[in-house]
């Protein structure tokens, strides 16, 4: 790889001298450079962030010889680039295959076998600026889209097809006053064998499930490389259960003819067992097998897992009433889910290990819904394949993202056109995908941001209007379409119909929405020390003592926030002090707000968080930090997302207690309300059986005028405690003051280790008076299922805590706090 400015186009594939540095594929040049000593951290803060400007700002080359020594087993090859960011020319053995203009596509070459050599390939590909790719295309942008900033930010979005948000200077992900942009190649590249007839894609769409028995259609793209070639399709559909056992097979001839075409093939099977989103049913998964074979030789063959399910998007109940709510196999689903953030800024895409977190996560975090926001980028199709295991639905926007597009132009809406079959094709086959969405907040900004009054029209609004769905309704899915987040009535923000982002203001929360895309509430946090540290090179407690605030925002351009509404708690001290209390802040909000949803609001059938993760260290919202730590929001928010959840609450003078039960069966349990001082002290108890409908909410217990029982707010709580079965599963701590002038006197945490398996222990958590909030500090491989965690004296909590990988891993030392207090237990896991 080097760096080379203003070479002339016509100077061949590589420059004369080339000053080479290794780069890693996948990967981006801003991080070649940093391992090379050329170039300062771009994540360490706002200097570090504009003086890597230049880097997408420059053309560059990578280059990379390879043999091809199997070149005989293969008329024809394809060289795959999954994608490159962004603008490109792809040399091989110095001729110029073909350009790349999309960091959202895949580009792939076809070759001869000619067009190689044994040993010693040379593939070239010359990057070329952002700017250069758009530049004929900004005069025009500047007059009709009203932008006026430079590549890196709403003028660089509106033209550039590359990972969205990265283009925000202000409030970006990277969140310094400044962007970063990406540029290499940042995905994997392939050189794959093409042999006579090949399946191009295999898509299995349930038609029908009645009576048990599930039709369903098979549809095979054949693309011939040999003139003249018959074959014969073949589709297998195995058992769940025992994969040498077919439930279901078709069988088409395919007549000779060039060029590619598509086989439908139907297939019966009788006693379906069907794919279920977590919660409501296992996510089975079938095996679905295609081959097309000449003669008795099977020329290709394709294997993929297939879910059987329907999916409907119910806008309207029986009676008329509006409502929001996904049914799947004829059942009313509840929403519980989050926005999900590519884990690299720069990057885009993670590893392997990234990957394997994210889902710990969010099967922990009791998610059932994935929303692939438009902000971001399409994820690979082991991604996908994941979230169909695990029985996760796929929301998957288009990447349109808060801005306007240049939907004038022939040439942009060529491409956009192409990035969104390609899409759509890819993953249409997944069994969790339920809905396809135009993109975010478009609409939003046309009806709320004051965009009719700097434009003549609405730039964009014919993409989502006429271009995809041309598309959805070409590649025939069979999944919902909406055409932007939010959408609804009168205004996108509607509470009234279809879905909104209900975020900012907490009067939002009470306004019983139908169903919440993005949730968040005006307060931010950061990622943790050990983060800052790994991705940022800052050490936070350099930040103490007088005047850390200056060097703090000197460094990061970021101010102090000073109100904390939800919590008053204002730690003091340094920078290490601050992060836990915007975290503590930010949990809370969470909290108030989707208590609100979960609990009383009786129209919303489904809540997807703002967000799952942070897009960049100092990313103001998202429950899991930007290196995949999870924050105090994590568990606050599973918390609310189980399947049966107790809620107590202040309605003026009474106190009001509800079960919301968003399971597929009726619920009998124990409900336990206690009321007691901070120093252990029980003032009532109360205790009666509850039995709670299947998908509702139901207020168990109204204790009428008893705040006025209450004598000192800042030493009482009520806690409201649900056992199914003899075992918790849900409680609630009612605090009656701000939880910073919360007194608990007796607060510290006795621990109780057990060994529940191969690398899984069982913590349990007492108290002799009241821990307004207990945390769990541990080693990164650990998944707990609690932390963040109130305790009141009597009342005991279980966390179980797994090691992700247990062979072989050393003692773990553990400790655990409570919140202002000053006693720390340490438990050691062996």
Request: net charge negative; with cysteine; proline share 5%.
């Amino acid at each position: 790889m080097t760096r080379w400015d203003q070479a002339p186009a016509d100077d061949g594939p590589e420059p004369a001298n080339a000053d080479w540095l290794p780069a890693v594929v996948p990967g981006v040049i801003q991080y070649d450079l940093v391992r090379a000593g050329r170039l300062e951290n771009p994540f360490g803060g706002t200097e570090a962030a504009r003086e890597a400007a230049w880097v997408a700002e420059s053309d560059w080359v990578y280059a990379t010889d390879f043999d091809a020594p199997d070149l005989e087993s293969a008329p024809r090859w394809g060289l795959h680039f999954d994608g490159i960011d962004t603008f490109a020319e792809v040399w091989l053995n110095g001729q110029l295959l073909g350009r790349t203009g999309n960091a959202y596509r895949n580009y792939d070459f076809e070759l001869e076998s000619s067009r190689l050599t044994p040993t010693g390939n040379r593939l070239v590909v010359r990057l070329r600026n952002h700017a250069s790719g758009v530049a004929d295309k900004i005069p025009e942008a500047r007059e009709r889209l009203r932008v006026t900033d430079g590549i890196e930010g709403r003028t660089g979005k509106a033209l550039i097809r590359r990972y969205q948000r990265s283009f925000f200077t202000g409030s970006s992900l990277l969140n310094v006053g400044t962007s970063v942009l990406g540029i290499g190649i940042h995905r994997p590249v392939s050189l794959v064998p093409l042999p006579a007839a090949t399946i191009t894609d295999l898509f299995v769409k349930t038609v029908d499930v009645a009576d048990g028995t599930a039709t369903l259609d098979a549809r095979v793209a054949i693309t011939r490389t040999a003139p003249g070639t018959a074959v014969r399709a073949r589709v297998r559909l195995m058992s769940p259960d025992d994969p040498d056992t077919v439930v279901a097979d078709a069988v088409a001839e395919v007549p000779a003819g060039d060029g590619p075409t598509d086989v439908h093939l139907r297939l019966e099977v009788p006693d379906a067992k069907l794919w279920w989103p977590r919660g409501y049913g296992e996510a089975v998964l079938h095996e679905a097998r295609a081959t097309i074979e000449s003669g008795d030789v099977v020329v290709d063959a394709v294997r993929q897992p297939v879910g059987i399910k329907t999916v409907e998007l119910r806008e309207e109940l029986p009676s008329g009433r509006a409502t929001f709510e996904f049914v799947v196999n004829g059942v009313p689903v509840h929403v519980r889910g989050t926005n999900y953030i590519p884990v690299d800024y720069l990057k885009v895409h993670g590893d392997e290990g990234a990957y394997r977190r994210v889902f710990e996560l969010l099967v922990n975090g009791n998610n059932n819904l994935l929303r692939m926001w438009g902000g971001g980028a399409v994820e690979s199709d082991s991604f996908y394949d994941e979230c169909d295991r695990l029985g996760i639905m796929i929301w998957q926007d288009f990447y349109l993202h808060s801005n306007v597009y240049p939907d004038y132009d022939p040439e942009f809406v060529a491409e956009f056109a192409a990035e969104s079959r390609e899409m759509v094709h890819q993953l249409r086959r997944h069994a969790g995908l339920v809905l396809l969405c135009g993109g975010n907040e478009q609409r939003e900004g046309w009806d709320e941001w004051g965009w009719r009054d700097t434009m003549d029209r609405f730039y964009g609004e014919k993409l989502i209007t006429e271009t995809i769905p041309a598309i959805v309704a070409e590649l025939d899915s069979g999944i919902p379409y909406i055409d932007n987040s939010p959408h609804g009535g009168s205004t996108s923000q509607s509470p009234l119909a279809g879905e909104g982002h209900i975020w900012g203001s907490f009067f939002n929360s009470t306004k019983d929405p139908l169903f919440v895309t993005e949730t968040c509430w005006g307060q931010e946090s950061y990622s943790r020390p050990e983060t800052l540290a790994e991705v940022m090179g800052l050490d936070v407690d350099e930040f103490a003592g007088l005047g850390w605030a200056e060097r703090w925002q000197a460094r990061t351009h970021l101010g102090l926030f000073i109100r904390m509404p939800f919590t008053d708690y204002h730690s003091e001290g340094g920078l290490r002090e601050y992060l836990a209390a915007l975290e503590v802040e930010q949990g809370m909000a969470d909290y108030f707000a989707l208590s609100n949803f979960r609990l009383r609001s009786s129209s919303n059938r489904g809540i997807v968080y703002w967000s799952f993760n942070k897009g960049g260290p100092l990313f103001q919202f998202g429950a899991v930090d930007y290196r995949l730590r999870p924050l105090m929001s994590h568990y606050v928010v599973a918390r609310l997302y189980a399947q049966t959840v107790v809620g107590a609450y202040r309605d003026n003078d009474t106190v009001r207690v509800i079960v919301s039960n968003r399971s597929r069966r009726a619920v009998a349990g124990e409900l336990e309300i206690v009321h007691v001082r901070t120093d252990g002290t029980v003032i009532k108890r109360w205790h009666q059986s509850v039995e709670v409908a299947e998908d509702t909410n139901a207020e168990v217990l109204s204790l009428d005028g008893y705040y006025r029982e209450v004598i000192d707010r800042s030493t009482e709580v009520i806690l409201a405690r649900l056992s199914i079965d003899g075992e918790p599963v849900s409680e609630d701590l009612l605090l009656l003051c701000p939880l910073a002038e919360l007194r608990t006197p007796r607060s510290e945490v006795a621990v109780e280790v057990a060994r529940a398996g191969a690398g899984i222990w069982d913590l349990t958590l007492s108290v002799a008076g009241v821990s307004k909030l207990t945390q769990i500090d541990g080693a990164d491989d650990l998944v707990m299922s609690d932390n963040f965690l109130p305790l009141v004296a009597g009342y005991p909590r279980t966390v179980r805590v797994t090691a992700t990988d247990s062979s072989g891993a050393a003692a773990r030392t553990l400790r655990v706090h409570s919140l202002d207090g000053r006693e720390v237990t340490e438990v050691v896991l062996d």
